[in-house]
Structures are given as C-alpha cells and as structure tokens.
C-alpha cells in the first residue's frame, strides 16, 4: 500500500504525455506514437511520462518552498484553463445529453463480462479524490498542523468536488459522454468538436503546465513517507538524510522519481490508475479500522485531529472502500494482492529486522 502515492505520480504522467502529444501536434512537432506508450499499450515506452516524472523530482528535490511557489502559479492556470473550458462550452449546453441519466444503471456487467454503472466507474473515478490525504504528510513541516491540516484537507476536498461536477455536467452537456470518453484529452478533443481549435490547444497547453503540480503534490506526498520509512530503519538509513543546503531529502526524492518514471513509462494509464485505487482503498480501510481499534485500546490518547461520529464515519468507511474495491476489475484485484504479498515478503525479510521502533520495544522489554 505505501506505493500507491508512485503509483498515481505515474498515472498522472501517463495523462499529461497524452496532452503534452497533443499539443506538439498543433505546434507540428510530433512524436513518434511508439514513444507514447509503453510495451503492453503497443509501443516501446512513454518517453514524456518518464522525462516529466524525473523533471518534478528533480524541482523537488531542489526544495521545498521553490516547489510551492511553482505549484501555486501552475495552479492558478489550471483553474484558468477550466474556467476558460465552462466559458466556452456552456454555450453548447443540451440537457438532451444527460437522457438516459443512468445509461449502465447503478451496477451491471457488461456483454464481455465487464463491470459496468455508477459503482463500478465510482471505483474508478475515485482516482480523481487523491492528493487530499497527501496534505496530512506535510504534519511535520506546518506552523499550526491541528488548524491548517483539518482546514486544507477539507477545504480542498469540498472545493475540489464543486469544480468536478460544474466541469462534467458542462463537458456532458456540450457533447456527448460516447463522443469523448475514449480520448485520452476529453477536454480538448470537446473543444475541437465544437469548432474551437485554437482554444482546443491553449487548454492543451494548459493542461502541459498545470498536469505537473498533481504529480508534484504526489511526489512530495510518496517521498515524505519514505523518508519516515528510512528514518524508521524500513528503508535503508541513507534515505533519511536531509540537505543541509536544500532542506530537503534529495536520495528518496530522486528514489521516488525513479520508481515512477520506470511505471510511467511501461504501463497503461487504464492499469496505472486501478492499481492506485486498490492501494489507496485498502489503506483507508486500514486507516478507518485502526481509528476504531484505538478507540477502543487507547481511548485517552490525545486526539488533535478528531472524527466526529467515529463508530458510525468509520464502519461506514470499511464498507464503503470495500466495495469500491469489489467493483474493481479481476485482474487489478490479483495484482494487488501479488504486489502486496512482494511488499510483506520484504518487511517480513527486512523491515522487521532493521525497524527502529520494534528494536526499542524489544529493548525496553529486556530490561523490564
């Protein structure tokens, strides 16, 4: 599971390489397609994927507050591009497109077996409620984490939700869902349909720009997990360190940019984004049942970050990622297990061994 912030830093990277292929096209600077795509898509390897992956890494580990400051700017012409989109194509609105309102229904399964509704795609698109919980790894380095942290995953989370459903019911609206859901640049390709090509390439470029901060709050996320992971014993000890000139730890940030650039480059976005679903539904299932343990094992601990409801926020949490989880295809759900049985294999073989934090309970213990 502590893979699944690399995993969608892949994703994400897959999904830029498409709009930054795109707009190098409108600028008459292709790309070959069989550096596009990796070996089980048909090509050789996804080129852009991988060299954006290391770029961010690389700004990453140059340091933190540089790394902000781009992301804020990039952030902001995100939402100019989306604001640019609703401009554009609210215009075009028919609300003809939105019959049949459940075209596949709450769950089915489709004529080749695949599974096929609302549930089923809400396992899916539950990649696109990311980066939220990444805020929680930056506890060590905010000024009033008990204040900022609740705020910024919350806030983020609300407003977030609010400009996903105002972008779709407008995308929807403008044309139809079959005409643009197989593109792997729906809203560009919307753009297009509507006879506004050079719009078309401004979000495109857009897109190129703004796509990199999604990767970066990942990285930044990933790497952070690491760190306490090296500083843990987990991880080799040399992951830990933290330049002196930079602040930041440079080895697993690099580590990190590695890892996701070799996924970024060979595997499918489609395989990418379930394998990061099913990490990231397990570890809230794991997240939401230790709440409850601890509510029950320790219940006068200090409690600064505080779950209202607990017994009935958390329950419904395990059920719920559960069956996101159910929803998913087979295959993605066989390999998650292959990928976790490898990483419990590796702490049973190191991890446990090495551990700082069991080796100071063994000590204790000896000495009691």
Wanted: charged share 10%; proline share 6%.
């Amino acid at each position: 599971m502590i893979l699944e912030y690399t995993v969608v830093c892949a994703a994400v990277a897959v999904g830029w390489s498409a709009y930054a292929a795109g707009f190098l096209a409108w600028l008459h600077l292709p790309i070959a397609p069989t550096l596009l795509a990796g070996p089980v898509a048909g090509g050789l390897i996804n080129l852009p994927a991988v060299g954006i992956s290391l770029c961010v890494a690389a700004l990453l580990a140059a340091g933190t507050r540089e790394s902000a400051t781009v992301n804020f700017v990039l952030v902001l012409v995100k939402l100019a591009a989306l604001a640019a989109f609703i401009a554009l194509a609210l215009p075009a609105f028919d609300s003809q497109h939105f019959k049949p309102f459940l075209p596949y229904g709450i769950a089915t399964l489709g004529p080749d077996g695949a599974k096929l509704g609302v549930l089923p795609a809400a396992s899916l698109i539950f990649f696109a409620f990311y980066g939220f919980d990444t805020i929680s790894t930056a506890a060590e380095e905010a000024k009033r984490p008990a204040r900022d942290l609740s705020i910024g995953i919350v806030g983020s989370m609300l407003l977030c939700t609010a400009i996903y459903i105002v972008v779709a019911i407008t995308a929807i609206g403008a044309v139809p869902a079959k005409t643009f859901a197989p593109s792997a640049e729906p809203l560009a390709l919307i753009l297009r349909t509507l006879g506004q090509s050079n719009w078309s390439a401004v979000i495109g470029g857009a897109a190129v720009l703004a796509f990199p901060t999604v990767i970066m709050v990942f990285m930044y996320g990933q790497s952070r997990i690491f760190f306490v992971m090296a500083r843990d014993r987990l991880l080799p000890g040399g992951l830990a360190k933290v330049n002196a000139k930079t602040g930041t730890p440079i080895a697993v940030t690099i580590f990190t940019g590695v890892v996701a650039a070799v996924i970024a480059g060979l595997a499918p976005l489609k395989l990418i984004a379930e394998l990061a679903n099913s990490g990231t539904l397990c570890a809230f299932v794991a997240v939401s049942l230790s709440m409850l343990l601890l509510r029950r094992q320790d219940p006068k601990r200090p409690r600064i970050f505080r779950t209202p409801l607990a017994w009935l926020v958390g329950p419904a949490a395990i059920l719920g990622c559960a069956y996101l989880f159910y929803n998913l295809p087979g295959l993605t759900q066989r390999l998650f297990v292959i990928w976790n049985a490898v990483g419990i294999a590796v702490y049973a073989l190191y991890g446990v061994r090495k551990s700082r934090l069991a080796n100071n309970g063994a000590a204790k213990k000896r000495k009691m």
